[in-house]
């Protein structure tokens, strides 16, 4: 489950009251790393790899086949392509080496660590926030039917062919990077149907890719943005992220704590969905909650020991892919985290997390 955590570490970015750090390549200038990139937002400040609590006892080795994936979508952009984010991570070309002696790295651990070590610098996060967000991903399996019938009655739908995203930057410079989602109503653009919308009109401008038989897996599944469908007739495929609805995503773990309906200490995924369907009179209204709807697309599985495309393209990897604001860091470039993560015993404290 999501959560914020606090830490008494002045000055860092805080993910999962831990410390953040990104491995620059070396290549990449100190000076411009060390001015802010953001005012009062973010700062970059180099470090030692000595000064990492748990970079010496980390297994890197599926970092290192994470970076790989990420240098496969790398190697197909030209060298001049930035690497987005808030700027500090510089152009393709800045990359070329790392990616190449990636590839010729053994895949051993004292390997895999000698490989960042060599072609990398760490460099701090510091930031204004005293908290960072710290989140937990699964892939969920549902199941599913190719028809509608018996309690198979919850659509999964494919992209909706009237829904419209616009790039604000091609209007605006300024404005790069920022995107809005809606539809064309006569020669009004307007946004796009809500989930509570969607959910008692349906939507014929979308194909139904399959139906599930539980409601609440597939409000999950939203959430996740991914998964893999186990359908009636013993064939699987993977649904992955094909576009959302424009509308911010609501987490309703916090209404349900607002109410009084789950006690804040116990809160978690698994929480969720048994009140969701201990009180199946209360749950769609609820669900409906978050006006945050995704639409999906089918995939074969491929790789089971490997999850679906991330947001670069490439399969996400167990343990060593993460999620990053987009708006300041760039697709593929390493993390190391110092952060606590909840222990699957709930009665136990949180365990460190060091990778």
């Known amino acids: 489950m999501a959560r914020t955590l606090r830490n008494n570490r002045a000055g860092l970015l805080l993910v999962g009251a831990g410390l953040l750090l990104i491995l620059i390549c070396a290549l990449l200038l100190w000076p411009r790393l060390q001015k802010p990139i953001a005012p009062n937002t973010m700062r970059l400040t180099p470090v030692e790899f000595s000064e990492l609590d748990g970079w010496g006892g980390s297994d890197l080795r599926a970092a290192l086949s994470a970076f790989r994936r990420s240098c496969a979508a790398l190697r197909l952009k030209p060298?001049?392509?930035?690497?987005?984010?808030?700027?500090?991570?510089?152009?393709?070309?800045?990359?070329?080496?790392a990616c190449a002696a990636a590839q010729s790295a053994d895949s051993g651990e004292g390997d895999a660590r000698a490989f960042f070590e060599h072609m990398f610098a760490p460099v701090r996060i510091e930031s204004g926030d005293s908290a960072g967000l710290f989140t937990g991903y699964y892939e969920p399996e549902?199941?599913?039917?190719?028809?509608?019938?018996g309690a198979y009655q919850t659509p999964v739908y494919g992209l909706p062919a009237d829904l419209v995203v616009v790039d604000l930057g091609l209007f605006r410079k300024e404005l790069g990077g920022e995107h809005i989602t809606g539809h064309i109503v006569g020669h009004t653009f307007v946004p796009y149907a809500t989930r509570a919308q969607i959910e008692s009109k349906g939507l014929k401008s979308a194909p139904v890719l399959f139906y599930?038989?539980?409601?609440?897996?597939?409000?999950?599944?939203?959430?996740?943005?991914?998964?893999?469908?186990?359908f009636d007739d013993g064939s699987f495929a993977r649904v992955v992220y094909a576009g959302q609805n424009g509308h911010p995503y609501t987490a309703i773990g916090r209404a349900l704590i607002a109410q009084g309906a789950v006690d804040r200490a116990h809160m978690s995924m698994q929480a969720i969905g048994a009140w969701l369907r201990a009180n199946a009179g209360q749950a769609r209204k609820v669900m409906n909650s978050d006006a945050s709807f995704v639409f999906f697309s089918e995939a074969p599985v491929g790789d089971p020991h490997l999850g679906a495309n991330g947001a670069q393209g490439v399969a996400l990897t167990p343990g060593a892919s993460i999620a990053v604001d987009m708006r300041l860091h760039p697709l593929g470039v390493p993390f190391f985290i110092d952060a606590m993560a909840p222990n699957p015993d709930t009665n136990k404290p949180q365990r460190p997390l060091q990778r």
Do not use: C, E, K, M
């Open 142 to 149: 549902i199941r599913a039917s190719r028809t509608r019938h």
């Open 79 to 97: 060298d001049q392509a930035r690497l987005g984010g808030a700027g500090y991570a510089g152009s393709v070309r800045d990359w070329r080496a």
């Open 212 to 230: 599930s038989n539980d409601p609440v897996a597939v409000f999950f599944l939203h959430i996740q943005g991914s998964g893999r469908v186990r």
